[in-house]
């Protein structure tokens, strides 16, 4: 059974920095590409960053390029959000997902998400 | 970067045909994916590849895709189909990825 399991969330103070990561059960992570999604509180989803499979390419929002770096290990099949410069915006539930194959990052798999809550 | 547009809000009576349209100019040559989010739950695959059905949706949801605008069907809705629901895709370069705003289903 896939499974995905985020960690590392918690209340940061505007400036501040954060990492968020996630492990994947069920499955071997570098045949797929990855993604971070958020959910500001009573707002919609929000495609926030993307990796493929070996981590050779990256991919940002217009929101988040420069403040957020994602990574992953796949020796370890964890995925990381390095978060920056964090902002009352960036306030929401952030969540893991698991792309269709190793370049699309189509989603068909999520976690259950992590809170990071950006205030003073 | 790139848009999908639905409309925030659908509703129909049990048993009725619901129908949520998501826009894009990329729709053309790009996939649409749809996912199901109930209140206080992480979002769930329903239509993957404009109109392909996971294993474990029922038979009821569908999807289409025709030009710029992607279709979700949920033909005979009941009232547990009651969520929002979000279209998904990319830019016609495939580097920028967005989610539709989301449409609220109310079935009552």
């Known amino acids: 059974e896939v499974q995905l399991l985020e960690s590392g969330g918690g209340l940061v103070q505007p400036g501040g920095s954060l990492r968020l990561s996630c492990e994947g059960t069920?499955?071997?992570?570098?045949?797929?590409?990855m993604t971070w999604v958020r959910q500001a509180p009573g707002k919609g989803l929000e495609w926030v960053a993307s990796i493929t499979g070996t981590g050779h390419g990256t991919y940002y929002s217009d929101s988040v390029k420069g403040r957020f770096t994602i990574s992953r290990d796949n020796s370890r099949n964890t995925l990381y959000l390095q978060m920056t410069s964090l902002r009352p915006e960036d306030t929401a539930v952030y969540y893991c997902?698991?792309?269709?194959?190793?370049?699309?990052?189509?989603?068909?798999?999520w976690g259950r998400g992590t809170l990071v809550p950006v205030s003073s | 970067s790139y848009e999908l547009t639905q409309p925030p809000s659908v509703s129909v009576s049990p048993g009725q045909t619901a129908r949520i349209t998501c826009s894009g100019e990329?729709?053309?040559?790009?996939?649409a994916f749809w996912y199901q989010q109930k209140s206080g739950q992480a979002p769930v695959l329903v239509i993957s590849?404009?109109?392909k059905r996971p294993s474990g949706i029922p038979e009821r949801f569908s999807g289409s895709s025709s030009g710029t605008v992607a279709t979700l069907t949920i033909s005979g809705a009941q009232v547990d189909d009651e969520a929002d629901y979000y279209c998904y895709s990319a830019d016609s370069a495939g580097t920028y990825w967005v989610f539709g705003g989301g449409t609220r289903l109310t079935v009552l």
């Open positions: 069920g499955f071997t992570l570098i045949n797929f590409a």
């Open positions: 997902a698991r792309g269709v194959t190793t370049v699309t990052m189509f989603i068909d798999y």
């Open positions: 990329a729709l053309p040559k790009k996939y």
């Open positions: 590849e404009d109109n």
